[in-house]
């Protein structure tokens, strides 16, 4: 009888679903009694107004918080409010309808490594206060409405991976020169039909994705990157053939320096 109750009370919430604002303040409690580094508060159907809510409980948990979690919400605005969570360093708002970041929540979470805020959209814009995350690692803003990538995301110096794919990015700015630790870009699903000379001093790069843009060549700098592994530059109309996916730094190097010099 207890195990058919116990699946009945289990049944009728998942039909209820999500209680959002009130579910959301009993995790927050929750956290803060067990100290717990995780805050999660995902698929609540949490609404811009329930977040300010729940962000009001935020002083009891910032002390130990370093994750948020808030994928697959309602939210369409991330306030500045988050950051009392000032030991954060991971932020999870995934698939959310967002269409803005407030500028001084970058600012105030310097301990941030990575931020997600994929999937969503309706984002067109990101504010240029990235300098403030001295920490950045990981950023990962593709499938969204995005028009191009803040000038300060290349002073993040010791961003690792940026993924921007599926947006409508025209260009890359000849300041991402400045990413010495980037390992992983992936900018495929674009607008773009020129990549910087400058990409040849981010030494670190292992895995470039630019397939489904208007690249006609490939900059000559792209064949010095002795760490490049992968090179993904398929369905590029304007690129000469081989627009192919290669995985040796053997043909990495040929295939970049075919595109930049337009013979094999």
Known sequence: MHASSSLAEFMSKLEQGPQGVEDACVAVDRCASES?????LQQMMLTDEDLNVVASKFQTVAEHVTTLNLFMNEITVLPASIAQLSNLQVLKAGCNPLKELQSGLLEGLSKLRELDIGFSDTLEDLPDSF??????????????????????VFRCENLEELHVYGNSIKEISNEIGCLRSLRVLSIGRNQISTLPDSISDCGALEVLHAYENCLATLPQGLSKLNNLKTLNVDFNADLPIPPRSVFSVANVKAT?????????
């Open 36 to 40: 717990s580094p995780i805050l999660d």
């Open 131 to 152: 300098h403030a995350c001295h920490s950045l690692k990981t950023l990962h803003a593709g499938n969204g409405l995005l028009k191009s990538i803040p000038l300060s």
């Open 256 to 264: 970049a320096a075919f595109h930049a010099n337009g013979t094999s």
